[in-house]
């Protein structure tokens, strides 16, 4: 928690800076401990410093996702301890990466930017929260005290899928059949092994199918419950050890992609394809992914 602290202000963002500390154990069970703030990929620098937005997004990745993203070795077991309440697309990131666990400083609980998203936590971070045996705590550094805000109801015990493993002849077969907006990912671990993964859109809901938002008057309207399937496999794959850095990877996706994901293969630099129809691919290069972005902005 104290990392945290110490690095919130490196964070670029000029009202709301935050910062994330993520770290457990890895896949030789040695410990880790990465801590980053939010940011932008450097690529977006005008459009950030224009203030434009691409759909509901401001250009800035969140510190939870970064600091994820930058574990290199995997891991087997993971906490993550955050200045401020998650939002609920880092709540959805948080549950992909399979940590049960998650600290928060209680004076982010006290901050005005909370209390104006109260109602997203409340109602869109805790559900996913509470839907995926993760259990939030409030941290009062000074006093060395935690406070579970509720206990999870199944903690530890339930891995959740939210990624296939499929083989080559799977991928070929299925990627035609997937809903729009699918995604699979190709790349090799440390030792050697190749990993293909695949997530279709899901709903961080009981059913995982839409639901209608509670009380949606209170909310932001900058949130929903779908998953974004590229960050879906690209958190498994680092999970599993996957060196996204090393140019070995690719993912395609199936006809649409988010600007929340177009963000984050561009910050990350991954080398991908979207696909129309199963002879038609494009390739999604930084100057393909910067063209859909700018569609995408909006005047607000
Ligand atoms: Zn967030």
């Not at 941290?139 to 080559?168: G, N």
Request: hydrophobic share 35%; net charge neutral; proline share 4%.
């Amino acid at each position: 928690m104290q990392e945290a602290v110490n690095t919130v202000q490196e964070s670029p963002h000029a009202s709301n800076k935050i910062a994330a500390c993520f770290f457990g154990t890895d896949h030789d069970k040695a410990p880790f401990s990465i801590t980053r703030s939010n940011d932008y990929p450097k690529i977006l620098e005008p459009f950030v410093t224009q203030k434009k937005r691409f759909g509901r997004n401001s250009g800035y990745v969140h510190a939870e996702l970064i600091a994820i993203m930058a574990q290199t070795g995997g891991w087997e077991e993971a906490f993550i301890a955050i200045t401020d309440p998650p939002c609920p697309n880092c709540m959805k990131h948080i549950a992909n990466a399979q940590i049960k666990f998650v600290y928060i400083d209680h004076k982010g609980f006290e901050k005005d930017f909370f209390k104006r998203r109260v109602e997203d936590f409340n109602l869109l971070s805790k559900k996913i929260a509470e839907l995926y045996g993760i259990t939030l705590f409030k941290v009062y550094r000074k006093e060395k005290r935690i406070e579970p805000l509720f206990e999870a109801l199944e903690p530890i015990k339930k891995q959740t899928t939210f990624v296939k493993e499929v083989s080559s002849e799977d991928l070929k077969k299925t990627f035609a059949t997937k809903e729009s907006g699918s995604v699979y990912l190709e790349g090799k671990t440390k030792d050697g092994n190749l990993l293909r993964l695949m997530s279709e859109p899901f709903y961080y809901t009981e059913s995982k199918k839409e639901e209608p938002l509670p009380n949606d008057k209170e909310l932001s309207g900058r949130f929903h419950l779908r998953s974004f399937p590229i960050l879906s496999v690209m958190i498994e794959a680092k999970r599993l050890g996957v060196n996204l850095e090393e140019k070995k990877s690719f993912f395609a996706i199936k006809e649409e992609i988010s600007a929340n994901e177009l963000i984050w293969a561009l910050k990350f630099n991954l080398q991908g394809f979207i696909e129309k129809s199963e002879e038609e691919r494009s390739v999604l290069d930084q100057e393909y992914m910067l063209t859909l972005l700018a569609n995408m902005i909006s005047s607000t």
